[in-house]
């Protein structure tokens, strides 16, 4: 065979790549799906925790669609915000994201006036949005817990030997409501923290306006 001849089998022989293809990316979509498909199959038959299900398939479906997935936790924001703005209620409630839930912490002067533990009238309809939307998007795999806070002012009263029972009772006066909501007592917890856990130092703030942010109630939407 001659040397040109030799040359164009070679030629012949050598694979063609395309740089530009992509192809290995819809066979990885492929791969990605049937590991969703898979896990959702072997939890559809299992007893595992509910919240542990829930973390998965969030987990899976982020990595697909590179996206923050719809979760029920995302729909609770989502219908707290929108009843927060259009109330006008932006200094006295804020709602967040966490990777265990939803965070929604009250001031104080939202649901309590100074030093009293019963629900104020105006109060109302905001507990009634939050049983609504805990009730219409979570479901019984979440637990609810309340935690009453207050500032580092020392209260005596007959009724409130320390803050302890203060905010024990705040705590219990948002869980009773939530319970007469039709929310199962299963799912609910309150808890009453005093002055122990106030919030981190706020960049500029008094020391009046730093105790107006301690004294504040939190309902967190979890899974377990």
């Known amino acids: ?127 009634q949005e939050l049983s609504r939307v805990i009730r219409d998007v979570s479901h019984g795999s979440h637990t609810i817990e309340v935690e009453g806070h207050t500032d580092d002012l020392p209260i005596a009263t007959e009724k409130f030997p320390s803050n302890w029972e203060l905010s024990a009772a705040r705590a219990t006066g948002v869980v009773k409501y939530l319970l007469a909501s039709g929310i199962e007592k299963e799912r609910l917890k309150a808890s009453g923290f005093a002055d122990s856990k106030p919030k981190a130092d706020i960049e500029g703030a008094s020391i009046d306006e730093q105790r107006v942010a301690n004294r504040r109630v939190v309902v967190s939407i979890r899974r377990y």
């Open 1 to 127: 065979m001659s040397h040109a001849n030799r040359q164009r089998g070679l030629r012949r022989r050598r694979p063609s790549f395309d740089d530009s293809s992509s192809s290995w990316l819809v066979t990885y979509s492929d791969v990605i799906t049937l590991l969703l498909a898979f896990f959702v199959m072997i939890l559809s038959v299992s007893d595992l925790n509910q919240g542990k299900i829930e973390s998965l398939k969030e987990g899976l479906a982020e990595i697909i669609s590179s996206e923050q997935p719809a979760t029920p936790f995302t729909d609770i924001k989502q219908g707290l915000d929108d009843y927060v703005v259009q109330h006008g209620l932006e200094e006295q409630v804020s709602v967040t994201l966490d990777p265990q839930g939803v965070q929604v912490e009250f001031a104080n002067v939202a649901l309590y006036d100074s030093g009293a533990a019963d629900l104020k009238p105006d109060a109302t309809p905001l507990l």
